[in-house]
């Protein structure tokens, strides 16, 4: 079979990425996610597809791709499309977000999933905490400088900057030519030179095909341009205002982020206090030599909620939450050390504040994306009624995981590809302005290589 690409997501949406690679007899998905807005026209105001459904729901309505040799005997249990032993050879995984390894849970386990080291730490930490899809699957993991052989194929990782460690985009080469895959990427990072050393050794590869993320490239980019030092700057500038409680919300394996506040507090003579799920994923990262994180109960403490008799008595904690009991604050610990305390409280956990009791003229940052949908909108202003009802003040701070236009233009541009593919894009029309071939992918469609 000639060597082709087809996207079966990340098609004019942002997310969902789920990218079959054919060489010869070799078939490879490079990620397997999950969209953002994936069937909101369906499930939505409380209906969610049927886990005792598999893949049927989604299914129904197109929202997976219908493949055979791919999911799991459990996945197909209630749908049309027969179980038959895997087709796929392997799902090649660029980092650990939702949105690009969130279906993976349906996939047939004995299709390996290949994955950074660190990703491997990232799983671990969530499958001992919560779920994780990758929980069923054998997992091979890489880092930058590996040669990966799959079949006709041979992958190479690299790294690039994102807004959460171990982030990778691919060269792999064909046997009519190399593809180059950006994975989600960002200049203005802390790490912005390992994106630039993914775009030297895709250049280095003369690839026919370029897939390039595009998230930010819009006709107006609502996401404020701030690089990691900026957010240091911002925050410390507006904890240093208040001698109140100071609280935010943001993605826990943002490490950078963690860093960052960890430096802030540091700064105003504040301790930084993140969740039990956040200090399970610091302390996997630990292991990570190339990586440096604050150490939990050391430089970070773990804020302790009450849960089943509404006491802090270790029976109503899972294992995994027992240890952080011994170096952790509670609502009450909270209240008494207002003025001293950077506290991680993620949305869903807002009803802490009711426990806390914090007094008026405190701070709250919220440090991830603007809203840029009507559901964001909506979270957004729950947010701010929150903050207001407790009298504090509301910052938005926050260095976006994902390059703007320019900085996609300079890829695309340096990488010099033949032709070039948008996705995890709203906007792929705008890529034409691009002075490269422009190839707008739609769901399904077969891109020779």
């Not at 459904?53 to 791919?70: H, K, S, T, V, Y």
Request: glycine share 8%; charged share 25%.
């Amino acid at each position: 079979m000639p060597a082709s690409l087809t996207c079966y997501g990340a098609v004019g949406e942002i997310g969902g990425n789920k990218l079959l690679l054919e060489d010869k007899d070799t078939k490879v998905f490079v990620d397997f996610g999950t969209c953002f807005n994936e069937g909101s026209d369906y499930f939505d105001a409380g209906i969610e597809p049927r886990h005792v459904n598999g893949a049927g729901d989604l299914f129904e309505f197109g929202l997976l791709p219908e493949i055979p040799g791919l999911y799991s005997e459990r996945a197909l249990q209630n749908t049309s499309l027969k179980y038959v032993e895997p087709e796929i050879d392997a799902i090649l995984l660029s980092h650990y977000h939702w949105d690009h390894m969130g279906r993976i849970g349906f996939v047939d386990p004995s299709i390996p999933v290949y994955a950074g080291e660190t990703t491997a730490l990232i799983h671990e930490a969530a499958s001992e905490s919560t779920y994780s899809p990758l929980d069923d699957h054998i997992l091979k993991t890489f880092r930058t400088g590996d040669r990966l052989r799959i079949g006709s194929l041979e992958v190479v990782p690299i790294h690039v900057d994102h807004s959460i460690p171990g982030a990778y985009g691919f060269v792999v080469y064909t046997s009519e030519g190399a593809l180059a895959y950006t994975g989600d990427f960002r200049f203005h990072g802390p790490l912005g030179s390992m994106t630039e050393d993914f775009a030297s050794e895709a250049l280095k590869a003369s690839p026919s095909l370029l897939v390039t993320e595009g998230t930010r490239v819009a006709p107006k980019d609502v996401r404020q341009d701030l690089s990691e030092e900026a957010v240091l700057q911002e925050t410390v500038k507006v904890l240093s205002k208040s001698k109140k409680l100071a609280f935010s919300s943001f993605r826990g394996n943002d490490t950078d982020r963690v860093n960052t506040f960890h430096k802030a507090a540091q700064k105003t003579e504040r301790q930084l206090v993140v969740s039990m799920k956040t200090a399970t994923l610091l302390e996997k990262l630990q292991k990570d030599k190339h990586l440096k994180v604050p150490r939990v109960g050391k430089e970070v403490l773990v804020y302790v909620r009450r849960k089943g008799s509404g006491k802090i008595d270790d029976k109503d904690y899972y294992t995994w939450e027992r240890p952080f009991l011994d170096h952790g604050m509670t609502a009450t610990d909270v209240h008494d050390r207002q003025g001293e305390v950077f506290l991680h409280l993620d949305i869903w956990n807002f009803p802490e504040i009711i426990d806390i009791k914090p007094e008026k003229g405190g701070v709250y940052v919220h440090s991830s994306s603007e809203a840029f949908n009507e559901e964001g909108e909506r979270e957004e202003d729950v947010i701010k009624n929150w903050v207001g009802h407790v009298g504090f003040s509301y910052h938005q701070i926050h260095a976006s995981g994902h390059s703007p236009l320019d900085g996609v233009r300079r890829l695309v541009q340096t990488v010099g590809a033949e032709k070039f593919v948008p996705i995890h894009t709203e906007h792929p029309e705008l890529f034409r302005s691009f002075k490269r071939k422009c190839v707008i992918p739609e769901k399904g469609m077969k891109i020779p290589i």
